[in-house]
């Protein structure tokens, strides 16, 4: 084998370690695409979506109310989670007849089916480390009301696109 060869084979080798380190990096660090598994975010997000998922705010402690996080409920729960950011940090979350408040004020929430009812009357100060996170399809979703509020460390990231279906690509809100 000639030196060019070799020289060719070695920069290739390095090419593809590159590549490697920085596609891990992405996925680990940046963004993830992941698939919605079950109903508890429709009419937002239906089964067998697929989204991108960013990380890099987490690392900034940049939440907000009303952004789609993924999340891991710790021993709560069951798998990944996907919900909406409800309560933040020391807010007072409310839910009374069917609908959500925060600090008293009722909850805008124009994202969910008309006439959406919110069960599980209650009352909670979210702790200082944590957020409260609903499901957009209240009735059947696993979330704050029965899992309790989320610590901020357990969110792995915020949904910002549907990519699949392709009919469907939109940024999420």
Same mark, same amino acid.
């Given at each position: 084998?000639?030196?060019?060869?070799?020289?060719?084979?070695?920069?290739?080798?390095?090419?593809?370690?590159?590549?490697?380190?920085?596609?891990?990096?992405?996925?680990?660090?940046?963004f993830d695409i992941i698939q919605v598994s079950g109903i508890s975010m429709v009419p937002t997000l239906?089964?067998?979506?697929? +989204?991108?998922?960013?990380?890099?705010?987490?690392?900034?402690?940049?939440? =907000?109310? !009303?952004? %789609?996080? /993924?999340?891991?409920?710790?021993?709560?729960?069951?798998g990944i989670y996907i919900k909406r950011i409800i309560g933040l940090p020391n807010e007072v979350v409310e839910i009374k007849d069917g609908s959500?408040?925060?600090?008293?004020?009722?909850?805008?929430?124009?994202?969910?089916?008309?006439?959406?009812?919110?069960?599980?009357?209650?009352?909670?100060?979210?702790?200082?480390?944590?957020?409260? +996170?609903?499901?957009?399809?209240?009735?059947?979703?696993?979330?704050?009301? =029965?899992? !309790?509020? %989320?610590? /901020?460390?357990?969110?792995?990231?915020?949904?910002?696109?549907?990519?699949?279906?392709?009919?469907?690509?939109?940024?999420?809100?």
């Amino acid at each position: 084998m000639n030196e060019n060869v070799k020289r060719e084979i070695k920069e290739w080798i390095y090419s593809l370690i590159i590549a490697a380190v920085l596609a891990f990096t992405i996925k680990a660090f940046i963004f993830d695409i992941i698939q919605v598994s079950g109903i508890s975010m429709v009419p937002t997000l239906h089964n067998n979506d697929r +989204v991108v998922v960013e990380k890099i705010s987490l690392y900034r402690k940049k939440i =907000y109310r !009303g952004e %789609i996080v /993924i999340l891991d409920p710790g021993s709560k729960g069951r798998g990944i989670y996907i919900k909406r950011i409800i309560g933040l940090p020391n807010e007072v979350v409310e839910i009374k007849d069917g609908s959500v408040y925060i600090n008293g004020n009722k909850l805008k929430e124009d994202y969910l089916e008309p006439g959406t009812y919110t069960d599980v009357d209650m009352k909670i100060t979210v702790p200082e480390d944590c957020v409260f +996170v609903l499901g957009d399809n209240r009735e059947v979703s696993e979330d704050s009301r =029965y899992i !309790g509020p %989320i610590p /901020i460390k357990n969110l792995k990231g915020h949904a910002v696109f549907r990519i699949y279906p392709f009919s469907d690509i939109k940024k999420l809100r």
